[in-house]
């Protein structure tokens, strides 16, 4: 594919610390939020076994608790109550400050917005994560020429982000968020904001990135063709797991109970 993710390196997942119940272990996850002494209970007693290498697609309406789970499973927000291990690392018990550093050692993000800051050059946004985690500008700057190298914009290390289309913007987003060598990538609606044929090549990208460096990599998104591309289906409802499986079984599944509500009659 023109512009694809080239295999690199030597697996950066596949060196991780392993844990042997996976990358990703939550159990019996709940969130509320409160308001004017009101609780509003977000998730209930979620269970997530993620190993290392696994594809996998997060679906739900909104109100569904997706977003909330995406945002616990990335370190930017704590469970209420259960517990959540990241790479064997229990998270609950991290302050801020060490959950961002978990977040930054671990997880690469991807967004639907890309999030790139307008005012640096490509080459300076994908560096960034590894500048904020110590590493200096001159070795950081060659590291993202790299990642730019291995999703075919290595061209356009100097140019603004503004320049670029939509899916040259999100594969920066994908090189930025390999800068650092996480064995997890978390992508939050990665082709909401791409015409049909650019979702297409990006989720081509995710899948030799999964395939080729063994990247866990999981996404969120409300489109069935989207999660597709994914091994596994996790369907989130009002806060509650529907369906973990594969994800053809539970696209068709999906399917019928879609084709069972378009034949009850109007009433």
Do not use: W
């Amino acid at each position: 594919m023109t512009g694809g993710v080239k295999a690199g390196g030597a697996g950066s997942a596949a060196s991780a610390n392993s844990d042997s119940r996976g990358l990703i272990d939550i159990h019996q996850v709940t969130k509320s939020y409160f308001s004017g002494g009101v609780e509003t209970r977000v998730l209930f007693g979620i269970d997530l076994l993620v190993p290392h290498g696994d594809f996998l697609a997060v679906m739900g309406q909104s109100g569904s608790g997706k977003s909330t789970l995406m945002n616990i499973l990335g370190c930017l927000d704590q469970a209420s109550g259960g517990t959540y291990k990241l790479n064997g690392v229990d998270t609950l018990s991290l302050s801020r400050n060490e959950l961002a550093t978990i977040r930054n050692r671990t997880i690469g993000f991807v967004f639907q917005s890309f999030n790139l800051i307008k005012r640096m050059s490509v080459a300076e946004n994908v560096a960034l994560p590894l500048i904020y985690a110590g590493v200096s500008r001159d070795k950081a700057y060659k590291k993202a020429l790299v990642e730019l190298e291995k999703v075919g914009l290595q061209d356009y290390a100097k140019r603004m982000p503004n320049q670029l289309s939509g899916g040259q913007q999100q594969r920066v987003a994908i090189a930025r968020a390999l800068v650092g060598d996480p064995p997890l990538i978390l992508a939050d609606e990665p082709t909401g904001n791409l015409d049909t044929q650019t979702s297409v090549e990006i989720m081509r990208s995710l899948q030799q990135l999964n395939a080729e460096r063994g990247i866990t990599i999981l996404l969120v998104t409300h489109e069935p063709d989207i999660a597709a591309y994914s091994k596994r289906l996790v369907r989130l409802k009002d806060g509650h797991v529907l369906y973990d499986g594969p994800a053809a079984e539970g696209l068709r599944q999906l399917a019928l109970s879609h084709e069972a509500a378009a034949a009850q009659p109007a009433s």
